[in-house]
């Protein structure tokens, strides 16, 4: 049988149309039966939840500084090498204590009539330790030739570390807790939580009067570190679930 053209694009354009409903049909018995296609359908919400704590800073670093003057700039870098070489050599005996190279400088000072007068220098040793009697009597053995410039308290890796595994759990409780409440106050089963990720963070606080003591005497003293707080949050985003019927 003969078929007009218009005919057969008729044609065309209904077998076209029944395909297209087959197919949405089916992509909607999928989406029905597969549980993470309709949890991109559900509401979204971001949030975020935390747990802290107030620890003591166990670890002190003292800062030793020495400064030379001279007409030369070898010479002033020579003398200073020297001290700095005989201080560090003595530090290491200490097996408590780590000590570490600092801030090296060398530079010149100009008179007047814009010429180099003399030349200055100053290096600077770093002690590290948990055992506050050990780096402050070490300290002050060294303050004769390096004496004391600062010092600076903090919480050790260590001790972060094992703090910020125990709040993980607190943090992570929390979340979940937040996240029901929130389901719950707008009117839905439940959640589903789409993605999370950990952070944590760390606010100090130093005695600064004990440290200008210390600073200024040039003598080892009782050391006593301030406290910190420890924090470790959850953020991360959840799928709201179906209202409640």
């Given at each position: 049988?003969?078929l007009?053209?218009?005919?057969?694009?008729?044609?065309?354009?209904?077998?076209?149309?029944?395909?297209?409903?087959?197919?949405?049909?089916?992509?909607?018995?999928?989406?029905?039966?597969?549980?993470?296609?309709?949890?991109?359908?559900?509401p979204?919400?971001?949030?975020?939840?935390?747990?802290s704590?107030?620890?003591?800073?166990?670890?002190?670093?003292?800062?030793?500084?020495?400064?030379?003057?001279g007409?030369?700039?070898?010479?002033?870098?020579q003398?200073?090498?020297?001290?700095?070489?005989?201080?560090?050599?003595?530090?290491?005996?200490?097996?408590?204590?780590?000590?570490?190279?600092?801030?090296?400088?060398?530079?010149?000072?100009?008179?007047?009539?814009?010429?180099?007068?003399?030349?200055?220098?100053?290096?600077?040793?770093?002690?590290?330790?948990?055992?506050?009697?050990?780096?402050?009597?070490?300290?002050?053995?060294?303050?004769?030739?390096?004496?004391?410039?600062?010092?600076?308290?903090?919480?050790?890796?260590?001790?972060?570390?094992?703090?910020?595994?125990?709040?993980?759990?607190?943090?992570?409780?929390?979340?979940?807790?937040?996240?029901?409440?929130?389901?719950?106050a707008?009117?839905?089963?439940?959640?589903?939580?789409?993605?999370?990720?950990?952070?944590?963070?760390?606010?100090?606080?130093?005695?600064?009067?004990?440290?200008?003591?210390?600073?200024?005497?040039?003598?080892?003293?009782?050391?006593?570190?301030?406290?910190?707080?420890?924090?470790?949050?959850?953020?991360?985003?959840?799928?709201?679930?179906?209202?409640?019927?």
């Amino acid at each position: 049988m003969y078929l007009s053209t218009q005919k057969r694009k008729w044609l065309l354009a209904a077998a076209f149309a029944m395909a297209a409903g087959s197919m949405t049909t089916c992509a909607a018995a999928h989406d029905a039966a597969d549980p993470r296609a309709r949890a991109h359908q559900w509401p979204q919400a971001n949030l975020q939840a935390q747990a802290s704590t107030v620890i003591s800073q166990d670890m002190v670093r003292i800062t030793l500084a020495s400064e030379l003057t001279g007409t030369s700039q070898t010479a002033v870098a020579q003398d200073l090498g020297k001290v700095l070489d005989s201080v560090m050599q003595d530090a290491k005996k200490a097996p408590k204590v780590k000590a570490s190279s600092g801030n090296y400088r060398v530079w010149p000072v100009t008179g007047k009539d814009g010429k180099i007068s003399t030349w200055h220098g100053r290096g600077e040793i770093y002690l590290e330790s948990t055992d506050f009697a050990a780096a402050s009597q070490l300290a002050g053995q060294l303050g004769d030739r390096m004496p004391v410039v600062n010092l600076a308290f903090s919480v050790s890796p260590a001790l972060r570390a094992k703090q910020e595994k125990a709040l993980l759990d607190s943090a992570v409780q929390a979340f979940r807790e937040r996240a029901q409440a929130l389901a719950t106050a707008l009117g839905f089963s439940g959640y589903r939580i789409r993605e999370i990720s950990l952070g944590g963070s760390g606010e100090g606080y130093r005695p600064a009067p004990r440290m200008m003591a210390m600073a200024a005497d040039k003598t080892n003293m009782p050391l006593e570190g301030g406290t910190e707080t420890v924090t470790v949050s959850v953020q991360g985003s959840i799928f709201l679930r179906s209202p409640k019927k």
